[in-house]
């Protein structure tokens, strides 16, 4: 479920009240222990969620030059896209949520835009492909709705004009770990594994912030 709302407006915030979004996704199926249940409680009981205005120039360079980005992508590829906007659970809409920067009309394709004014960010990231720490926001868009095919994750850097834009294009079936093991040989991680294991921790983390607040309040 698509609803055209502008990131960081008050409707924005107001929509996140108690939800988990990209980097709560990371937290979710971390493994690690950590307040996510304590923090939706916390905001569910509040009503609101606590606004974090601090913007850094690094930030602030992002929200200027996204829409470059954008624009420049839409014309290497001859294709256009819905800026902005929410995406909902069609599973769990009051617990579950993404923010495209980008996704295209028919909501199969989610664009991510990271940009950098270093270029050495710009030429790892042409050499290693997407930064681990954006993983979980990556797979919170395939978890989101299932009509998600691609995520198309671009650094754009325009201070490396040998190549301003640097596209990864992630599907389901994107291997985000491999290792040998002694008892079951090749284990083979993609997107769409962690996918599943977040789905199935959803369910168990709605009932768990539930359980709290009602036994929290008497």
Known sequence: MYKKIEQLSPEWWAVKVGKVSG???????????NMLVDELANEIMDGFI????????????GIENEPIAIDMYEKK?????????????????????????AISEDETIVVE????????????RFRKGVDSKYMPQIINYFAINEKVKEVHW???????????L????????TEIDRKETKSRGLEITTIQDKVNEGLSKLTELK????????????
Do not use: W
Request: one cysteine or more; proline letters at 5%; hydrophobic letters at 35%.
């Open 23 to 33: 980097t709560r996704f990371g937290q979710l199926i971390s493994g690690r222990e």
């Open 50 to 61: 606590e606004q974090d205005d601090f913007v850094t120039d690094d930030m602030q360079f």
């Open 77 to 101: 590829i001859g294709m256009k896209f819905k800026r902005g906007g929410v995406m909902l659970s069609e599973i769990h809409p009051d617990l579950h949520m993404a923010s495209p920067d």
């Open 113 to 124: 835009v990271k940009c950098t004014t270093h270029g050495k960010t710009q030429l790892n």
């Open 154 to 164: 671009i650094s754009y850097c325009p201070f490396r004009p040998e190549r301003p």
């Open 166 to 173: 640097v596209v990864v294009i992630i599907t389901r079936d």
């Open 207 to 218: 009932e768990e912030v539930q359980t709290l607040i009602t036994n929290f309040k008497f």
